[in-house]
């Protein structure tokens, strides 16, 4: 009987984390494109804050701990070979689609102010990286 092998468990966690970063900063720019930009929060408005800077918010959120979850649970089970070929080749097809989606969205000229853009981007990093890590842990610590 052979016997199972697993990767080790800090490399699990920094693969994860890597993967929901570049989730989240995808989900960044394409919602940056569509008008759902982080970059809402630092206009004149003083009455409210916008729903897009809102929902940007929770997206981004939402994609950096999931991406997280998903590539550590993927990652922790894959290596046991629990993962058939054609899964494996379907979710690295996605993740290109995405990742070349969000290059599109970054080269085009952006609407938002440059002080405002660099402070979103920064905010969706370190958004995308707290719940990566998050998201990450969680998984690793179930399985």
Do not use: N
């Not at 199972?4 to 468990?9: E, I, L, Q």
């Not at 940056?32 to 918010?57: E, H, K, S, V």
């Not at 590539?71 to 070349?100: C, D, E, K, Y």
Request: hydrophobic residues 55%; contains cysteine.
């Amino acid at each position: 009987m052979a016997e199972t092998t697993y990767f080790p468990r800090r490399l699990i966690l920094a693969g994860a984390m890597i993967a929901g970063v570049l989730l989240a900063l995808a989900v960044h720019m394409l919602g940056a494109r569509y008008g759902l930009d982080l970059g809402g929060l630092w206009t004149d408005t003083r009455d409210f804050m916008p729903a897009g800077a809102a929902i940007a918010w929770w997206l981004i959120a939402t994609v950096g701990f999931s991406g997280g979850y998903f590539t550590a649970t993927l990652m922790h089970s894959a290596v046991s070979g629990q993962i058939p070929q054609r899964m494996r080749q379907f979710l690295i097809v996605i993740g290109v689609l995405v990742l070349a989606g969000a290059g599109q969205a970054a080269s085009a000229p952006s609407p938002v102010p440059t002080i405002s853009g660099v402070l979103a981007g920064l905010a969706a990093l370190c958004l995308g990286a707290a719940m990566a890590f998050c998201g990450a842990h969680f998984a690793l610590r179930k399985a």
